[in-house]
């Protein structure tokens, strides 16, 4: 069974600085994928960024970076120059051979 | 657009009315799953199909039905719902099982009195 870990219920952050999200794994799959999610409070998934297991790079998207340390099982997720608008829950996932899981999430507050 | 509809967003209901969710996408994916979403414990899947006619339990699927007769619908259909079954609601579509690209409906968010 595939399991996903974030042990920050909560963060604060102040705006324009760098933040970083917990998220360790466990899976016995060789070959899986790893997921971060934005949920705003409107409510809505939103998808930010994807790292397999087998990429030699730790994958980037905009301000959005995933720390992959696969020896650790870890897929943190580096939000730099955070905004207001970066308030939201954040949630971690894995796939593999079974379907999408999920971690419990993290509440990220910007403030001002 | 790509994109994955949920219908209704919103309903309040009693204990024991039968009620259905519904869930449609326009990408031509195989894979579809239902997950509920509650305080303090994330997105749980309720049941996921690999295909029309294959579905299969996910982690909470008591007291919930799903079925798959075209490759486009998914519809989450309780029986008999109860004050626990209140809950976020979300349905998602992707290519395959192990597809990076994983597209979520808006969400449902259903109250059970």
């Known amino acids: 069974a595939q399991k996903i870990t974030q042990t920050q219920p909560g963060m604060f952050v102040q705006e324009k600085e760098a933040v970083t999200l917990d998220c360790t794994y466990d899976?016995?799959?060789?070959?899986?994928?790893l997921f971060w999610y934005k949920q705003p409070s409107s409510g809505e998934m939103i998808f930010l960024i994807y790292q397999g297991s087998y990429d030699q790079q730790n994958a980037t998207e905009g301000r959005y970076s995933l720390n992959f340390q696969k020896a650790r099982k870890s897929a943190n997720l580096v939000i730099s120059a955070s905004q207001l608008g970066d308030s939201a829950m954040y949630f971690c996932?894995?796939?593999?051979?079974?379907?999408?899981?999920f971690g419990k999430g993290t509440r990220l507050s910007v403030i001002a | 657009e790509a994109q994955v509809t949920q219908n209704p967003r919103y309903l309040i209901t009693v204990t024991g009315k039968k009620l259905t969710v519904t869930c449609s996408q326009n990408?031509?994916?195989?894979?579809m799953s239902w997950y509920r979403q509650d305080p303090g414990l994330g997105l749980r899947q309720i049941y996921y199909?690999?295909?029309?006619?294959?579905?299969d339990k996910g982690d909470v699927p008591e007291g919930y039905k799903v079925s798959r007769k075209e490759k486009r619908n998914f519809p989450l259909i309780l029986e008999s719902p109860s004050p626990n079954q209140t809950s976020l609601y979300f349905c998602a579509s992707s290519r395959d099982r192990r597809s990076y690209e994983q597209y979520f409906g808006p969400g449902t968010r259903l109250t059970v009195t």
């Open positions: 199909s690999m295909n029309v006619e294959v579905t």
């Open positions: 899976t016995s799959d060789p070959s899986y994928g």
């Open positions: 996932a894995i796939s593999g051979n079974t379907p999408l899981v």
């Open positions: 990408m031509n994916h195989e894979y």
